[in-house]
Structures are given as C-alpha cells and as structure tokens.
C-alpha cells in the first residue's frame, strides 16, 4: 500500500467514529521524515482515545501495525507512527494551539469529509 493510499484509508477509518476536519499533508517534498500527516480532531477526549484506538485496530486488521504509539494516557494529542504515515488526533483546542497545518503550510493538502476530497 502506497502512502498516498494508507493516509487515504486512516482517514475513511476515522469517519467511521466521527473525527472531523480530516487533513492529509503531503511531506514528501518539504522532509525525509515521512510521506503523510493525517491531522484531525475530536471533539472530547474520550473521541480522542476512540478514533486512535478504531484506526489501531482496522489497520491491525489490514496486516499493518504502528511503529509507535504515544498520547493515549492524555487523551489530547495521540501520535500514530505509521513510518511512512503519520497520525495526529487532536483535541479541538490542542489542535488549534499546535496548528500542525500553519506549520507545514507549504506541504500540498486534502480535506477529507465523508467521501469527499478536496484540494485544501
């Protein structure tokens, strides 16, 4: 699977318990650090936990494990390490805070809503 189509899985994976506001970056231009973020946001902590915990499980499923896993305890910002993906499931105000998307502004983007995507 292509980074491309395992940021485009995450992101149907996290409809499916309501995360909003999905954005993919594409990073492979601007760092070597990883192809995709995934950023979205829920809209309590409890959320948090649930969208991480769904996209742990559906890609377990799919033969594809984290490489690493962190935020869970805190329930704010969950990290998911996909090596070529990378995951963020903020809180609503810890995303605004953080503005991941001002950060890699120059990284081209995809909203994704319910089966639908656009150039953000």
Do not use: C
Not at 23 to 51: G, N, P
Not at 105 to 117: E, H, M, S
């Amino acid at each position: 699977m292509t980074p491309a189509d395992l940021a485009e899985r995450i992101a149907q994976v996290a409809l499916e318990k309501k995360a909003r506001d999905i954005l993919i970056l594409d990073l492979h231009e601007l760092t070597s650090a990883t192809d995709r973020f995934v950023v979205m946001t829920a809209d309590s902590d409890t959320q948090v936990k649930a969208v991480a915990d769904h996209i742990v499980e559906k890609l377990k499923a799919d033969g594809m494990r984290a490489w690493h896993v962190e935020g869970l305890e805190g329930r704010r910002w969950v990290l998911l390490d996909y090596v070529d993906v990378v995951v963020h499931v903020f809180y609503s105000e810890t995303r605004n805070f953080y503005s991941l998307e001002t950060l890699w502004g120059d990284a081209p983007a995809i909203r994704v809503q319910d089966d639908l995507r656009e150039i953000a």
